[in-house]
């Protein structure tokens, strides 16, 4: 007969306000093979892990079972708890009474006879589980970060600073990232390049990293300590290892007017270029598809006018397998740029603003660039239709931001701030010019933040209107921005030389991709999930896979800085460690029964499932067997489901397990 | 139609104005259907959908006076079709909101008596043109292109919104109305003031305001060098058409404080626009003028500014 002891908590009154947790107790205590149980306020309190303790030494407890909240929450602290007190940890196991029980019912009846039925049912898990030992796997010291923003950039440095050596793979044929196009901070208005180009050269310089740009993530294979990664460098069309980044292939091309990316299409570039002058690598790229030689075969300028002789029209896209123990994934954010619902989209767009079609609107990230000393207008506001400089600018705050009917309802957390900072950066610039802003709210929590949007309003003269625009249109020279002032009570109509929108902070284009690639999850919006909303921000549910900056969720720079470190303080956690102990919920053969049929190989979603020999002594081949690579092997329990012998199991989710959970019912 | 093809063919709920003011409206509707070979039944002994004053007075008898004409509206073959631009917001309305609410779904079934039919498709009428009849065949069927006619296409408050509602198009960016201009063969002009509102029925309580409104909606026109304005509601109609000689006698030239304008400066430097008159269509006219139905059976005879001098420029009468 079986000692078992049931834990019943309150959870404060998360539990308690649903399910009479006296009463689930009670009924546990009358479970045959139960031989202690009790209910506690917080159970995983210190009190509460001592009250487990004592009873398991008391009662001579041979299992556990804590009927509280998700496994996926305390399931490691009461485990630790039931080791402590002697006994394996694995024999130690939770009923979920609060996610799937008290906080998704309303009837206090029936959710107290729904907690008893989970308690019992996990009562006979317990008693069937066995003992367990955690599974070691060695760690590569040697980490991957996904990202060269400034997120990226920091978490690299970071991880390098501690002595570990770190790839930095970069979509762009430069880091720096959207950091790097701003013109200045807030809240303290210094320049963001002054800032940031210091940094990159940092990464470019450290004897820790290996910078991988114009480079993607291809594929990820492995696990926590263990990732084989293939990252695809894009073909460049100029040999790194030979160019000088002298630039005269850049300034002899014949083909310079090619809208420039970096300055949001405002600027020019030639067909061979680097993004901006401070761009790290200093090496250029061609765009194949704006470059004469790639299209027609006629022209090969720069490959004549370089001297090392680095431009290589030949060149192939390659690939390199990269093995690191750990992944930071730091892809960043773009900016909201529909000016119509793009089909199949659940996302609105804004034709009633004229986005796209008047050329004096513009969104935040194209002001930055305006307002940049190594902008297209060398700093100079001025209008893109006919460089004229605004007299009066219009700014709309939350355009696609919480704004549920277009499809995105979340506030994108920084557009407040910058919005405040734009209207600054133009009152220096012009001064007889008059800044508006149209606003919901102003969010400005952040050191020294409200400081900064008060003197927007009070010393720089920003008027700030709250209500939204409804429509903007193109009166002669002006637009004609139509609004409402809610506070007044008007409509309002201003003729606006220039109008700037906050637009909404999206994922990156593909992140969704990316995600499926390294197995993690991701929201609607494909923003990258954490852990914990609250205690796990920076990891992933996937193990060795934490994230820094905007992919997780909008974040201004100071925020991003943080999560950045924090990611990379995860690392070093994880590389202080020579092998890493996991969790052996794993599933094994039964090489006796195993036909070799290879059904579980087919649907295994970690290729964990091997093809093994079985050998007489003599050497004959006997027969062929699933064989699990405990190391790679999710703990899914796919493969025991599939298996059509019943040859296959994932401990302590057995057959028998579930079986004697069912008949419990 | 295409042989083989089932004909397509619709119950109709006209509408107290489409039997009334917005006559014209009504006669225009069967007279295109007509034409295009759709069928189109009256929904019999329906009544009023509570328009504006009902649900401002009574969210439960709006809902109840929409519910009962769909119940009444099941009993006729065919998806509903809705030309008012009101009543359609109208009965589009209650069926999203008895669809959300069950509570009161069961209040209002109680009330008309019998289940209410909030499955029943309601379509408006650019819905069926543009979809359903489709714009290829639509512009296939066209017997006298309304060539070189600068349409402003009106849209209006209650045509697209709000938000989830009407299903009819994008809620603040429409295209509709431009779409079936097109293929009718006409020029939709592209202007300011397509999705603001008329002043609705303020007409009755502070015509004031209707001038206003309605000055601004005429006045982008004519700068946007339409030659005439279409709508698809009988209030917007009105208002547009009725008032347009009392707007210009209000008005004159061209004002630059239209609006409660505090922070603008001058809002129309530049062009000079002119104090043509501008005749206002309903899209079933247009629709089936270029069918090729005679304009006698259209009712311009009814409306106040007069379309027939435009039309004869243009060669479309």
């Known amino acids: ?665 | 139609m295409t042989p083989g093809k089932k004909r397509l063919s619709y119950s109709y709920y006209p509408g107290c104005s489409l039997h009334a003011s917005g006559r014209e409206y009504d006669i225009s509707t069967r007279a295109l259907f007509k034409a295009l070979n759709v069928g189109l039944k009256e929904v019999p002994d329906w009544f009023c959908c509570g328009a504006t004053p009902a649900h401002n007075v009574d969210e439960l008898l709006s809902l109840s006076l929409c519910a009962k004409n769909l119940s009444l509206a099941e009993e006729v073959e065919g998806d509903l079709a809705v030309a008012c631009a009101a009543c359609f917001s109208r009965l589009k309305t209650t069926q999203h909101h008895l669809k959300e609410d069950d509570t009161k779904r069961k209040q209002v079934e109680v009330a008309i008596d019998g289940p209410a039919a909030l499955n029943k498709p309601v379509k408006h009428i650019l819905e069926i043109l543009a979809r359903e009849y489709g714009l290829a065949k639509l512009e296939e069927s066209v017997k006298k292109p309304l060539m070189g006619l600068k349409v402003a296409p009106y849209y209006g408050c209650l045509l697209t919104r709000p938000p989830g509602v009407p299903e009819l198009d994008d809620c603040e960016d429409p295209s509709i109305m431009e779409d079936v201009l097109r293929a009718l063969g006409a020029e939709p002009v592209k202007w300011s003031h397509r999705m603001e509102c008329c002043g609705a029925n303020f007409t009755l309580s502070r015509p004031g305001v209707v001038l206003k409104l309605s000055n601004a909606i005429l006045e982008s026109a004519r700068i946007a060098g339409a030659d005439c304005i279409m709508v698809a509601c009988p209030l917007c109609h009105g208002n547009l058409d009725i008032r347009q000689k009392e707007i210009k006698e209000a008005f004159g030239a061209p004002d630059s404080t239209l609006f409660g304008n505090i922070f603008g400066s001058e809002l129309h430097g530049g062009s000079a626009p002119d104090q043509r008159d501008l005749p206002i269509f309903y899209v079933t006219q247009l629709a089936a003028l270029a069918m090729g139905v005679a304009s006698e059976s259209l009712g311009f005879e009814s409306v106040i500014t007069d379309p027939k001098p435009l039309l004869r420029d243009k060669q479309l009468l």
Request: charged share 25%; hydrophobic share 35%.
């Open chain 1, 1 to 665: 007969m079986s000692r078992i002891g049931v834990f019943v908590c309150h959870c404060g009154e998360n539990i308690s306000r649903t399910v009479d947790v006296e009463q689930v107790a009670k009924a546990a205590g009358e479970i045959p093979g139960v031989a202690f149980s009790c209910d506690y306020k917080y159970m995983c309190s210190d009190p509460g892990q001592t009250l487990l303790k004592k009873a398991v030494a008391e009662h001579k407890l041979d299992g556990v079972l804590v009927a509280a909240c998700s496994p996926r929450m305390h399931e490691k602290t009461f485990r630790k708890a039931a080791e402590a007190a002697g006994l394996n940890p694995y024999l130690c196991e939770m009923a979920n009474i609060r996610e799937h029980c008290s906080w998704v019912h309303e009837d206090r009846d029936m959710a107290t006879a729904k907690a008893k039925d989970i308690v019992k049912l996990m009562v006979e898990r317990v008693r069937k589980g066995k003992s367990l030992a955690p599974i070691t796997v060695p760690v590569t010291k040697r980490a991957l970060v996904i990202g060269g923003g400034i997120a990226g950039i920091q978490a690299a440095l970071d991880i390098a600073d501690a002595g570990h050596k770190v790839v930095l793979v970069e979509r762009e044929p430069s880091i720096g990232g959207h950091m790097a196009q701003l013109s200045e901070t807030f809240p303290t208005l210094d320049c963001s390049q002054c800032i940031m180009t210091p940094k990159m050269v940092d990464v470019a310089n450290h004897p820790n990293i290996t910078l991988f740009t114009y480079s993607e993530i291809e594929k990820v294979d492995g696990y926590i300590g263990n990732f084989q990664v293939t990252v695809k460098h894009k073909a460049r069309s100029v040999d790194e290892s030979k160019c000088t980044g002298c630039g005269i292939c850049m300034t002899k091309c014949p083909k310079k007017k090619i809208p420039n990316e970096f300055d949001q299409g405002h600027g020019m570039r030639p067909a061979i270029y680097v993004p901006f002058p401070q761009a790290v690598p200093n090496t250029p790229v061609i765009d194949r598809e704006n470059c004469t030689m790639f299209q027609s075969g006629k022209c090969g300028v720069c490959a004549k006018v370089c001297g090392p002789g680095a431009v290589d029209y030949e060149q192939q896209d390659t690939f390199t397998v990269e093995d690191v123990g750990a992944i930071v994934v730091a892809t960043g954010f773009k900016l909201y740029t529909i000016d119509r619902k793009p089909e199949g989209s659940p996302i609105q767009g804004y034709g009633e603003f004229g986005y796209g079609t008047i050329p004096d609107i513009i969104d935040g990230m194209t002001f930055e660039r305006l307002a940049s000393a190594s902008g297209p207008t060398g700093g100079k506001i001025l209008r893109p239709s006919d460089g004229k400089e605004p007299k009066q600018v219009v700014f709309i705050q939350c355009v696609g931001s919480r704004a549920r009917e277009k499809g995105i309802s979340y506030c994108s957390k920084v557009c407040c701030m910058y919005t405040a900072k734009h209207t600054m950066l133009y009152h220096h610039k012009v001064h007889d010019g008059q800044a508006y802003v149209f606003f919901m709210d102003a969010r400005t929590p952040g050191k020294g933040y409200d400081e900064f949007w008060r003197r927007a309003v009070e010393e720089e003269e920003a008027v700030y209107i709250r209500g939204m625009v409804s429509r903007m249109y193109q009166r002669g020279d002006k637009i004609v921005v139509m609004g409402s002032d809610i506070q007044v009570g008007v409509q309002v109509e201003i003729e606006a030389d220039l109008v700037v929108l906050a637009t909404a902070v999206q994922p990156q284009d593909g992140a969704d991709l990316l995600a499926q690639k390294l197995g993690i999850s991701y929201d609607k919006y494909n923003f990258y999930s954490e852990a914990h909303a609250k205690l796990k921000p920076v990891e992933c549910a996937t193990a060795g896979i934490y994230l820094a900056g905007a992919c997780q969720g909008p974040k201004d720079i100071p925020d991003t800085v943080s999560q950045a470190s924090a990611a990379a303080a995860k690392v070093m956690t994880l590389f202080a460690k020579d092998k890493l102990e996991r969790d052996p919920v794993v599933a094994k053969v039964n090489e006796k029964y195993c036909v070799g049929c290879f059904a579980c190989k087919k649907v295994c979603a970690y290729g964990a499932i091997e093809e093994k020999e079985i050998r007489d002594r003599q050497g004959n081949l006997v027969k062929k067997v699933a064989y699990v690579n405990p190391g790679v092997c999710g703990g899914c329990g796919t493969c025991q489901a599939t298996c059509p012998s019943k040859s296959i199991e994932l401990d302590g989710y057995t057959d028998e397990q579930i079986m004697a959970m069912i008949e419990a019912l």
